[in-house]
């Protein structure tokens, strides 16, 4: 059974940086699509990007170009999303998805394409 368990969260003031953290267990991660999404009050779950199944590449939605990276560390089983350069709007609880039975070098954009998710983690940007 896959599961994730996100942390990292916090409150940091506007222009800082926060490492968030999604630690796997039941699979490998190079065997598993793992999306990050964030959701802020009141709206809509939105991609941020995520980490295609076996060839571990990474795509980054609208929402991270230039300011947020993901990265990955297979002795931990944990993929990392480092948020630089944080505004109140990044404010909102932020969850790793995934999945295992993406084809080779795929990923999900769309939540619904993720059958498991970790609990969240809540990052307020605030002064």
């Known amino acids: 059974q896959l599961q994730l368990v996100e942390s990292g969260g916090g409150l940091v003031q506007p222009g800082g940086s926060l490492r968030l953290s999604c630690e796997v267990s039941?699979?490998?991660?190079?065997?598993?699509?793992i999306g990050w999404f964030r959701q802020a009050p009141g709206k809509e779950r939105e991609w941020v990007g995520c980490?295609?199944?076996?060839?571990?590449?990474?795509n980054y939605g609208d929402s991270a170009k230039g300011r947020f990276t993901i990265s990955y560390d297979n002795a931990r089983n944990t993929l990392y999303l480092h948020l630089n350069n944080l505004n109140p709007a990044d404010s909102g609880v932020y969850y790793c998805?995934?999945?295992?039975?993406?084809?080779?070098?795929?990923?999900?954009?769309?939540?619904?394409?993720?059958?498991?998710w970790g609990q969240g983690t809540q990052v307020t940007v605030s002064l």
């Open positions: 998805a995934g999945d295992p039975t993406f084809l080779t070098g795929r990923c999900g954009e769309l939540a619904p394409s993720y059958d498991y």
């Open positions: 039941g699979y490998t991660l190079e065997n598993v699509g």
């Open positions: 980490l295609t199944r076996r060839r571990m590449t990474i």
